[in-house]
């Protein structure tokens, strides 16, 4: 059973649109919700983080927006450009061996 | 620095045989992961070790075992390889604190025939 819900598994945005993202998770104890960009052939790499002491975070064009009522995050990426093109992967954590429990993944397509 | 490396980058394995995936880290990390990346599955963790010479089990182990002699490598072994193993294989390393992030290899593509 996975820990870590999200959707939509695919995405299509054209260039300068908003791409959202939607994670939701059931564990109560998760304190720490990264999100993980890879581009094919590459393995995963930190996009931004949270931790749900706060609402929204915010880098450049990527922002995290954190619902802790709800128990669901999400990415928005604004102005949304081909090089953004990849998949991404939300994630949840608890204070455990910095374990990661991953969501299914969102394959994003920016057409230009 | 390298950061993570993974050895090799592409096997053909028939069913039954063995190998073993190698992991290594040059940025002093104590924690190190492997994970299995399947289709529409996320990345999925098989094995784990907060230092060298300790490893626990994830959430889907079954099937593998690992190893970690030294700090700055992490050995994932498939003792008799099957199709349903078929699968990308990431390792992963991070420091000796919570909240971190965790830098990952370029992966291996592992096929079983």
């Known amino acids: 059973q996975q820990q870590v819900k999200q959707s939509p598994q695919s995405l299509i945005v054209q260039k300068g649109g908003i791409s959202i993202i939607n994670c939701a998770y059931e564990?109560?104890?998760?304190?720490?919700f990264p999100w993980y960009q890879q581009f094919p052939g590459k393995g995963p790499a930190l996009l931004i983080a949270i931790r749900p002491d706060v609402s929204e975070k915010k880098e450049g064009r990527f922002t995290i927006s954190f619902n802790k009522s709800a128990k669901q995050f999400s990415l928005h990426i604004m102005d949304s450009q081909p090089g953004d093109s990849a998949t991404y992967f939300c994630a949840a954590s608890i204070d455990d061996f910095n374990k990661f429990y991953f969501g299914s993944g969102t394959k994003l397509n920016v057409k230009p | 620095n390298a950061g993570v490396t993974q050895t090799p980058k592409f096997r053909v394995l028939k069913t039954g045989q063995s190998m073993t995936l190698l992991c290594a880290q040059d940025?002093?990390?104590?924690?190190m992961y492997w994970y299995r990346q399947d289709p529409g599955m996320g990345l999925r963790l098989i094995h784990y070790s907060v230092g060298e010479g300790t490893t626990a089990k994830g959430e889907v182990p079954d099937g593998y075992n690992v190893s970690r002699l030294k700090k700055q490598n992490f050995l994932l072994g498939l003792e008799s390889a099957a199709p349903s193993q078929t699968s990308v294989y990431f390792c992963?390393?991070?420091?000796?604190?919570?909240?971190?992030?965790?830098?990952f290899g370029p992966g291996t593509r592992l096929t079983v025939l």
């Open positions: 992963a390393s991070s420091y000796r604190t919570t909240y971190n992030e965790q830098f």
């Open positions: 564990n109560t104890a998760f304190d720490y």
């Open positions: 940025m002093n990390h104590e924690y």
